[in-house]
């Protein structure tokens, strides 16, 4: 499987923007952020098609956050804008088993250990 490490997480007060990335160790296909705040279940965010034409985002996050990637750099990124209280999770970077996205989580065999993202006044 290949490894996933996510970055960029942090203090920031509403309204304002973050980039998280996510670095994998080898080829991924499909990717996606997904989150999650204590005693709640993961939460899908956005995904990205290995080729990066497809994206899917959550409701809540259309129009303020943007997923892309670069599978020469073998990155993926997560560009966070008008960032809400509500958006106050660990967020986690996950590798697909194929090409297509998915919301599920049991689409996805490969996990970062996840990067703190709190915002607050």
């Known amino acids: 499987q290949v490894q996933l490490e996510e970055s960029g997480g942090e203090l920031v007060q509403p309204g304002n923007s973050l980039r998280l990335s996510c670095a994998a160790s080898?080829?991924?296909?499909?990717m996606a952020w997904f989150r999650q705040v204590p005693g709640k279940q993961r939460e899908f965010v956005a995904a990205?098609?290995?080729?990066?034409?497809?994206?899917r985002y959550i409701d809540s996050v259309k129009g303020r956050f943007t997923i892309s990637r670069n599978n020469d750099r073998k990155m993926m990124w997560l560009q966070m804008n008008s960032l809400k209280p509500g958006d106050t999770a660990i967020y986690y970077c996950?590798?697909?088993?194929?090409?297509?996205?998915?919301?599920?989580?049991?689409?996805?065999?490969?996990w970062g250990k996840g990067t703190q993202v709190t915002v607050s006044s």
């Open positions: 996950a590798a697909g088993k194929d090409v297509n996205i998915n919301t599920d989580t049991t689409y996805y065999n490969s």
């Open positions: 080898g080829v991924t296909l499909s």
């Open positions: 990205i098609s290995w080729t990066g034409t497809n994206t």
